[in-house]
């Protein structure tokens, strides 16, 4: 996601994006630690947009 779209969003979706994130993330990390999925590649677009999130929430404030 563009940090242009997500300093649009209000901060309530901003925090519900960055439950789901992490969520998504947790499964794709626990998929590739069990061998199910080996794609590696996955993980750093998902820990990007949740630093991006983090980042926005906090200016926010």
Same mark, same amino acid.
């Given at each position: 996601?563009?940090?242009? +779209?997500?300093? !649009?969003?209000? #901060?309530?979706?901003?925090?519900?994006? =960055?439950?789901?994130? &992490?969520?998504?993330?947790?499964?794709?990390? +626990?998929?590739? !630690?069990?061998? #199910?999925?080996?794609?590696?590649?996955? =993980?750093?677009?998902? &820990?990007?947009?949740?630093?991006?999130?983090?980042?926005?929430?906090?200016?926010?404030?």
């Amino acid at each position: 996601m563009q940090t242009q +779209e997500l300093n !649009q969003l209000s #901060k309530e979706e901003l925090t519900t994006r =960055l439950q789901q994130a &992490r969520e998504q993330f947790f499964h794709v990390r +626990e998929q590739v !630690q069990s061998g #199910k999925d080996k794609n590696h590649a996955q =993980l750093s677009p998902l &820990r990007r947009t949740i630093a991006r999130i983090c980042t926005i929430l906090a200016n926010h404030s």
